[in-house]
């Protein structure tokens, strides 16, 4: 059996009757271009940041996969849900700003959506921190050296400097 190709003004007239409702979905031509929203859900916005990415991919009957670009670096494609979204967990981002993209594959019924127009862009803070002093032991003003130690509540070390290195100067 040959099958007939649908002519350019009936394929437009189809199109133009879904669009308001006349036809039922299932009755439009493959090839239609699906859209890509993308939302960015950060769910810590201080260092080590994290964030839930979704993107929500029109017609909501779409299948197919998404691929998440996040800092220009692609994560592994996740498959869209039965409502259209595709969701990506990031954990670990560093502290700044952070631009992401979404990009619909396609599917046999939907083309390929282009990457959102421009990035989402989104900031992870710095961690704030507290640097402990230990208290030196009493000594005399003439008595040196003075042993001066600290922590910082980031576990990253502290160091000592001097600004006025013909009173105080720093060793070790």
């Given at each position: 059996m040959q099958r007939r190709r649908r002519s350019p003004v009936v394929a437009s007239l189809l199109a133009a009757l879904l669009?308001?409702?006349?036809?039922?979905?299932?009755?439009?031509?493959?090839?239609?271009?699906?859209?890509?929203?993308?939302?960015?859900?950060?769910?810590?916005?201080?260092?080590?940041?994290?964030?839930?990415?979704?993107?929500?991919?029109?017609?909501?009957?779409?299948?197919g996969q998404v691929v998440f670009t996040v800092d220009g670096t692609?994560?592994?494609?996740?498959?869209?849900?039965?409502?259209?979204?595709?969701?990506?967990?990031?954990?670990?981002?560093?502290?700044?700003?952070?631009?992401?993209?979404a990009e619909y594959g396609g599917d046999a019924t939907y083309d390929a959506s282009p990457a959102t127009p421009s990035p989402l862009e989104f900031t992870i803070a710095s961690a704030t921190q507290t640097i402990t002093f230990a208290q030196p032991a009493d000594r005399r003003f003439d008595e040196s050296p003075v042993a001066v130690?600290?922590?910082?509540?980031?576990?990253?070390?502290?160091?000592?400097?001097?600004?006025?290195t013909g009173t105080c100067t720093v060793s070790g």
């Open positions: 669009v308001v409702g006349l036809v039922p979905p299932a009755l439009v031509l493959a090839g239609e271009t699906a859209t890509t929203l993308l939302a960015v859900e950060v769910t810590a916005v201080e260092y080590p940041g994290a964030a839930t990415l979704t993107a929500t991919v029109t017609p909501s009957d779409a299948t692609a994560a592994a494609p996740v498959s869209l849900a039965l409502d259209g979204t595709a969701t990506l967990p990031v954990d670990a981002l560093g502290a700044g700003l952070h631009a992401v993209t130690s600290a922590t910082a509540s980031s576990g990253l070390p502290v160091t000592f400097s001097s600004q006025t």
